[in-house]
């Protein structure tokens, strides 16, 4: 047996929801990784679960509404991303209360179209779909739609850096040197509401948020950068989304046999265990940082 | 040279076995020295002023004194203890610099002075009649009782500050300790709250520490202060401690003290060739005093 | 709709409101609602995992709230707690959902989220009946210094309440709570039932008291009209939950501001 058949199941190379998710996949790491950077510097990971949270409403509703699961996650966040930019989520106080009650609600209202749709329809894994992704029965003729609304959002946070790193850092020194702040949230907000949909698609409205949350933090443990830490929170992302599919196909051949461990499950994982083992060495450096300028 | 204070009223003579008793205390935060050699004694009913800029070390002197961190050298003591460490924790009161009060917190302010007489007791209370009176009478020797039935989150800063006065002493304990109170207050409320401070703290017998970074407002009432600075502290009898030698010793540059109608400023000096330590006193002013 | 086989549902919904407005009060004093909403995420993994070794939901829910309730009280003194445990929340939802495609029960994904009320079957009633005890005795012992701790952190402390110790006594209630209430109502949706009741019971409350049996008298509310109505329509009960939650927190803040206008009126 080579070296390459130990890591890669047979078949890896050849088959075609492994291209598809291998493509769909890795796009969607990159935007949520360069996307994310911004909403993790803001702090506003809270604003990214809610996000999610509400296009599980809107996915399961596409379902119902026979349309594919991106326009209903699209949809919906981009509707509750409008919300929050009308409500204000700039104030703190009662912020995550607010958002709370918004996350019961549209999961509550989740609830009710995947119990429509289970009993509209005859197969019962929509929930799953939903709510943990399901890379590998991604159609290809999603990726044009998936790309085009990648370049739109990583392009629109990669060319606006700059205003948006001094905006997010200082809204009042910004504001002072003619940025404007307002609208540059707005399009932050419309970003990230893209990201999410994208993530949520790939590996599930509820697992979402680590996508694009967990390599930007990760990346920002490393370097204060933020053109350096969205190079490398998006190939962290792309990193765990490939060795995810890997192993995912590889499991087939794990206990139980033929049935295969979900590929949201390994990349959450390993998004995590990077954030653990590159962020082991962060705290101890902010602790320094922290002591010396005193 | 004009008083800074009216003839002085005897300071309550030194209790035999001070409440508080500070001797030799060293702190380091974060790495760096923030106080050495700080020693003072504190006794019942006296009020003491912690005066220092921003930054100095009051806060953290007091977190020190209440047992919420430890000093690298030296003594706290509370009197009743033979031990190193601050005493039953439920004989200091404190009122914290900063509280967050959520005005939607379903807490009135009666009930928050409630809890400073039995907060720390395991289990649901049970009404008693003679609770009530005593939380009735401390929010009356505050002037609390208008907004007594308010929710403590929608109180005006002077108000809360009031009610956590009021929780503090309700307990009737030894040493109460206020951080700042008077930072945020108008001209007029620093006035009230300092004799109404006084007041409770004379007729419990309380010893006081209150700190603040203008030394003016208690002048009147400080029966001694202790004024750090540079990470040192003196001392004393307010007028034996805020003189320019004093300062400019503790400095480590000199510092001229005015007193300016019976209020006092601290000055930095302007060059180096001036004389050390001379109080400077003016006693009139062109124009409205 | 009360016929022999609702009774459970009754009964079990009814214990788990009340324990929720009660938790649900300190939940929000302390602005824990973010503890609120992660605990039954980890505690989703246990529950899976616990179907498929064979073993109760009940003993799985326990132990991985009461970690993941340890692992967040851990994470916050350290600081950042947001990322941290945003992740390791993810982790284990994911970790549920492999545990739950390799079991073979396939509704359980949909009952684990979101509750299965009317599942409810007799033996469940004592167990949650001797938690929920558990939690309101646990809950009034603490009463008085978890109050105070909340308020008037460093008061307390001067005055020899604990904060670290206040802090972890309250997640191993949330704990508590968690496991008892989550198969009734949900993993996503107990957060609604633990947030919303105690929310708009604070826009009628002014003391604790008041707003801890108003919270509870919601929660009970909400909970029977979820049940009813999910009786009629055969809806999912979590759907009626999140909704009546989201209503009654919006009442308590219509009703808020307005006090407070009146109020600044007064001035």
């Known amino acids: 047996m080579t070296g390459s058949a130990a890591v890669f199941a047979p078949g890896f190379f050849s088959s075609g929801p492994v291209h598809t998710a291998l493509a769909l996949g890795g796009v969607v790491a990159i935007v949520c990784g360069t996307v994310g950077v911004f909403t993790v510097i803001r702090g506003q990971a809270f604003a990214g679960e809610a996000l999610s949270d509400i296009g599980a409403a809107g996915g399961s509703a596409s379902f119902l509404a026979g349309v594919a699961p991106i326009w209903g996650f699209l949809a919906a966040s981009l509707g509750a991303a409008a919300a929050m930019e009308m409500i204000g989520v700039q104030r703190a106080r009662g912020r995550d209360l607010a958002t709370g009650i918004v996350l019961g609600g549209s999961l509550g209202l989740a609830a009710l179209f995947l119990y429509l749709d289970s009993t509209l329809q005859t197969g019962t894994g929509t929930t799953v779909t939903v709510l943990f992704g399901s890379l590998f029965t991604l159609n290809s003729s999603l990726i044009p739609a998936v790309v085009t609304l990648s370049l739109i959002a990583a392009g629109l946070v990669c060319v606006l850096q700059r205003p948006l790193m001094l905006s997010s850092l200082n809204p009042d020194l910004a504001a002072v040197r003619g940025i404007p702040v307002r609208w540059l949230g707005v399009a932050y907000l419309a970003a990230l509401a893209v990201a999410v949909a994208l993530a949520a698609l790939t590996i599930g409205a509820i697992l979402g948020t680590a996508l694009v949350v967990g390599p930007a933090a990760t990346a920002l443990r490393l370097t204060r950068r933020p053109g350096l830490a969205m190079l490398a929170a998006a190939g962290l992302g792309l990193l765990a989304v490939c060795l995810g599919v890997v192993l995912a196909y590889d499991s087939y051949l794990w206990p139980p046999r033929g049935h295969g461990w979900p590929v949201s499950f390994f990349v959450v994982t390993l998004v995590f265990l990077f954030y653990l083992f590159f962020g082991s060495s962060g705290p101890k450096r902010i602790r320094q940082r922290e002591q010396g300028s005193r | ?289 | 709709m009360f016929a022999p086989f609702m009774v459970n549902a009754w009964v079990v919904a009814s214990i788990v409101a009340v324990v929720a407005g009660v938790v649900g009060f300190f939940t929000l004093l302390r602005g824990n609602s973010f503890a609120a909403h992660a605990i039954p995420n980890g505690s989703f993994a246990g529950a899976a995992g616990a179907t498929l070794v064979g073993v109760n939901p009940l003993i799985g829910l326990g132990v991985f709230s009461t970690g993941s309730a340890a692992a967040i009280g851990w994470l916050s003194r350290r600081g950042r707690r947001d990322v941290a445990t945003a992740l390791m929340l993810t982790f284990m939802l994911g970790l549920g959902s492999l545990f739950l495609s390799v079991a073979p029960y396939a509704g359980l994904v949909y009952s684990l989220l979101f509750g299965e009320v009317l599942g409810i079957s007799s033996n469940q009633v004592i167990p949650t009946l001797a938690l929920a005890a558990l939690c309101l005795l646990a809950a009034g012992a603490m009463y008085r210094p978890l109050l105070l701790s909340t308020v008037l952190p460093d008061a307390g402390r001067a005055r020899g309440v604990s904060t670290t110790l206040m802090e972890f006594l309250f997640l191993g209630l949330l704990a508590l709570a968690t496991t008892m209430t989550v198969p009734v109502v949900g993993t996503l949706l107990i957060f609604s039932l633990t947030i919303g009741p105690p929310a708009a019971a604070r826009a009628f409350a002014d003391r604790p008291p008041r707003a801890i049996l108003l919270s509870v008298i919601l929660a009970l509310v909400t909970v029977w009209i979820a049940i009813a109505a999910a009786y009629w329509t055969n809806y999912p009960i979590g759907f009626f939950v999140g909704s009546i939650s989201a209503f009654s927190y919006v009442v308590g803040r219509l009703w808020t501001s307005r006090d407070l206008r009146l109020a600044a009126r007064h001035w």
Do not use: C
């Not at chain 2, 009782?145 to 009610?163: H, M, N, P, T, Y």
């Open chain 2, 1 to 289: 040279m004009s008083p800074t204070r009216p003839e002085p009223v005897t300071a309550a003579a030194p209790t035999p076995t001070p409440v508080l008793s500070v001797r030799d205390l060293d702190i380091r935060l974060g790495g760096r020295q923030v106080l050495s050699d700080v020693s003072f004694e504190i006794g019942a009913g006296q009020f003491t002023g912690l005066i220092g800029a921003n930054g100095a070390g009051k806060t953290t002197l007091m977190r020190v004194i209440l047992g919420l961190q430890s000093p690298t050298r030296g003594t706290v003591r509370l009197s009743g203890t033979g031990q190193d460490s601050p005493a039953p924790k439920r004989s200091v009161g404190y009122v914290p610099q900063k509280f967050l009060l959520d005005p939607d917190i379903p807490l009135r302010a009666r009930d928050l002075v409630a809890l400073g007489l039995d907060g720390h007791r395991i289990g649901l209370p049970l009404p008693s009649r003679s609770r009530r009176e005593r939380v009735d009478q401390m929010l009356s020797a505050v002037g609390a009782e208008g907004f007594a039935d308010k929710r403590v989150g929608r109180l005006s800063g002077g108000e809360q500050q009031r009610v956590l006065i009021a929780h503090a002493l309700v307990s009737q304990p030894r040493l109460l300790l206020l951080d700042e109170p008077l930072a945020n207050l108008d001209i007029g409320s620093v006035r009230e709250i300092v004799a109404l401070i006084s007041g409770l703290a004379r007729q419990q017998q309380v010893a006081v520490l209150i700190s603040a970074h203008e030394v003016n407002p208690l002048l009147a009432v400080m029966d001694q202060v202790v004024y750090i600075a540079a990470g040192r502290a003196a001392s004393g009898p307010t007028d034996q401690v805020i003189r320019s030698e004093v300062l400019s010793r503790l400095y480590g540059q000199h510092v001229d003290v005015l007193h300016v109608h019976g209020r006092v400023l601290v000055v930095a000096g302007s060059g180096d060739s001036e004389p050390p330590g001379e109080d400077i006193t003016v006693t009139h002013t062109h124009g409205t005093p």
